[in-house]
T-cell receptor
Framework: DSGVTQTPKHLITATGQRVTLRCSPRSGDLSVYWYQQSLDQGLQFLIQYYNGEERAKGNILERFSAQQFPDLHSELNLSSLELGDSALYFC?????????????FGNGTRLTVT | AQKITQTQPGMFVQEKEAVTLDCTYDTSDQSYGLFWYKQPSSGEMIFLIYQGSYDEQNATEGRYSLNFQKARKSANLVISASQLGDSAMYFCAMREGQYKLIFGTGTRLQVFP
């Protein structure tokens, strides 16, 4: 058990809808990352937060947004969903977000857009 | 831009044998870190081992070791005494810009009896 909690585990929704994925980092970790894993794109970095502030941004679509709250949990909002958004979404956390601090991953949220 | 390459889409190894999973990287940074993760069929991502660019010795963690050749920009994972439970996808990753990790495309390892 990595200590990172993601909810829900599975999500099935229709095109055009909006969903929110939630992540609680490991106790003490200040940095949260979001990754998207699809069959054809591999593991793609979306966004990173450190202690509530956005630190790095990847190829995150404008339809997607995220935030990290004062209690350090994070939410990833996906809107106007398309079939191609179907993927496994991982949240990860690390102590400092840099250097040798590894990322510890949650079990992921599997999103299916129909 | 920094890049991680894993050229082996799949590998087979017999139980109790050693196996090497290849990883090459490209970066212009002098300071960087390399990570290996395991993803079993259940889907979770498990951190295995870390190697820093300035580390003088190759990293080891139990049955996992990293064959780090800085001049060749390679960081191959060596699994000794393979077990059936080692069957999984293995990802090499590099810390880019001191913050985010970028991942290779992975190698699927299958261990057979």
């Amino acid at each position: 058990d990595s200590g990172v909690t993601q909810t829900p585990k599975h999500l099935i929704t229709a095109t055009g809808q909006r969903v929110t994925l939630r992540c609680s980092p490991r106790s003490g970790d200040l940095s949260v990352y979001w990754y998207q894993q699809s069959l054809d794109q591999g593991l793609q970095f979306l966004i990173q937060y450190y202690n509530g502030e956005e630190r790095a941004k990847g190829n995150i679509l404008e339809r997607f947004s995220a935030q990290q709250f004062p209690d350090l949990h994070s939410e990833l909002n996906l809107s106007s969903l398309e079939l191609g958004d179907s993927a496994l979404y991982f949240c990860a956390s690390s102590a400092t977000g840099q250097g040798k601090s590894p990322l510890h991953f949650g079990n992921g949220t599997r999103l299916t857009v129909t | 831009a920094q890049k991680i390459t894993q050229t082996q889409p799949g590998m087979f190894v017999q139980e109790k044998e050693a196996v090497t999973l290849d990883c090459t990287y490209d970066t212009s940074d002098q300071s960087y870190g390399l990570f290996w993760y395991k993803q079993p069929s259940s889907g979770e991502m498990i951190f295995l081992i870390y190697q820093g660019s300035y580390d003088e010795q190759n990293a080891t963690e139990g049955r996992y070791s990293l064959n780090f050749q800085k001049a060749r920009k390679s960081a191959n994972l060596v699994i000794s005494a393979s077990q059936l439970g080692d069957s999984a996808m293995y990802f090499c990753a590099m810390r880019e810009g001191q913050y985010k990790l970028i991942f290779g495309t992975g190698t699927r390892l299958q261990v057979f009896p």
